[in-house]
């Protein structure tokens, strides 16, 4: 059974560092290694302020490839 890999999605800023950041497979886990458990979604026409994770999302997961 083949299954796809996720997309990287952005969170809402987290209001203790007022950064929004990147998931992929990992929904609980930024792409910059943050805990954004508790963050929403951010809609599809904003961009994520987190350097790290906008880095990180040009290149493939280290965990799933996508």
Do not use: F, K
Request: glycine share 4%; net charge negative; hydrophobic share 35%.
């Amino acid at each position: 059974m083949t299954t796809l890999a996720p997309e990287p999605v952005a969170t809402e800023a987290a209001p203790d560092e007022g950064l929004s950041h990147v998931v992929c497979c990992i929904d609980d886990i930024a792409l910059c290694g943050t805990v954004v458990a508790d963050l929403d979604w951010m809609d599809d026409d904003e961009d994520p302020t987190c350097v790290v994770c906008r880095e990180l999302e040009e290149q493939p997961c280290r965990i799933c490839g996508h």
